[in-house]
């Protein structure tokens, strides 16, 4: 699908000529056969475009080859874009706009800032969220399961804290590149984003993709990256989280055991960690999460994102990036 979309407004004239199009591949990743009722993913018009929640969007903006910073802005989020060099076209810039799986349906605006030395303009986008029906789980478990105790509840904190810190240093670097790779080939439970009644009570839903594997599966990187942070804690068991540059991180967690350290340089595909039940898990399984710029959005978005080898290669812009068997998480 190739949409243009119109410049709504430009501060400055420098650029008044330039053509402006963006193209926005919606990525439509839910298993058929769970959401049976869902309509086809919604689609642009009129430079209006949608998706809907936990998806991700792939925005182009053309003909900006002079630009030295695009940066996206969305519902306080930062999108930083990167350059794209396509063999045989004019450079364009791409940004990934994840929309989070708790994002209220609705229009709002996409304001992307292209800048070129002192010069600056603005370019504005409508993107329409629409609502996903995610399913609704209702689970009964014991109650310690459930409920934390005062010293588990104090653990739990600081474990969020250290996670935010890790997470607030971005990368700087685009280091993934557009071969994404399943961590494991198992049996997705298609229940990211479920809303989950633990023992009557709504509790946070699903903020990811339960794979169910046998314990002891190698657990691979879905991408390049550089290993933020490795942990071991109350709900998530023993997890690793990838920094992919650019906001992007995926993470991998109720692990066995981990293979990786802080720090550590990693390859798509590489194998991180095994699969195993600790945290909160009923049973061996990994739970593969992704926040993009601070969106929860289904992982399995990255595998079928329509990004062609070749065309995302040697991209890497200095842009500064602001930002079946389940678990209980
Ligand atoms: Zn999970």
């Given at each position: 699908m190739m949409t243009v979309l119109k410049q709504?407004?430009?501060?400055?004239?420098?650029?008044?000529?330039t053509l402006i199009t963006a193209v926005v591949l919606l990525s439509s990743i839910f298993p058929v056969e769970l959401f049976s009722n869902t309509p086809p993913a919604p689609k642009g018009f009129d430079g209006q475009y949608s998706g809907k929640q936990g998806q991700v969007l792939v925005v182009k903006v053309r003909?900006?080859?002079?630009?030295t910073e695009v940066n996206g802005t969305f519902l306080k989020r930062t999108i930083p874009f990167f350059r794209e060099f396509r063999p045989g076209e004019s450079d364009g810039y791409i940004g990934l706009l994840g929309i989070d799986?708790?994002?209220?349906p609705g229009t709002y605006e996409l304001a992307v800032d292209v800048k070129q030395g002192e010069q600056a303009k603005q370019l504005s986008f409508n993107v329409l969220v629409a609502k996903e029906k995610f399913i609704v789980e209702h689970l009964t478990l014991p109650k310690e399961k459930v409920d934390l105790d005062e010293k588990g509840a104090a653990r739990w904190k600081a474990e969020q804290e250290q996670v935010k810190q890790a997470l607030?240093?971005?990368?700087?670097?685009?280091?993934?590149?557009?071969?994404?790779?399943?961590?494991v080939s198992g049996k997705r439970?298609?229940?990211?984003g479920s809303v989950r009644i633990m023992n009557g009570k709504p509790r946070n839903p699903h903020n990811g993709e339960d794979i169910g594997a046998p314990m002891g599966t190698d657990v691979a990187a879905t991408?390049?990256?550089?290993?933020?942070i490795t942990v071991d804690h109350?709900?998530?068991?023993k997890g690793v989280f990838v920094d992919h540059g650019l906001g992007f991180y995926s993470m991998y967690f109720?692990?066995?055991?981990?293979l990786v350290n802080d720090g550590d340089l990693v390859k798509a595909g590489q194998i991180i960690g095994k699969v195993g039940a600790t945290g909160?898990?009923?049973?061996?399984?990994l739970h593969w999460g992704v926040k993009l710029n601070g969106a929860r959005v289904n992982p399995y978005a990255l595998l079928d994102l329509p990004l062609k080898n070749g065309?995302?290669?040697?991209?890497a812009v200095l842009t500064p990036a602001v930002g079946s068997a389940s678990d209980l998480r």
């Open positions: 709504t407004h430009a501060r400055i004239s420098w650029l008044d000529q003909g900006e080859e002079q630009a799986m708790q994002d209220e607030a240093e971005n990368s700087r670097l685009k280091l993934w590149r557009s071969n994404f790779v399943e961590p439970t298609g229940i990211f991408n390049d990256g550089i290993v933020r109350i709900f998530s068991g109720h692990l066995s055991e981990i909160r898990a009923t049973g061996p399984h065309s995302m290669t040697g991209s």
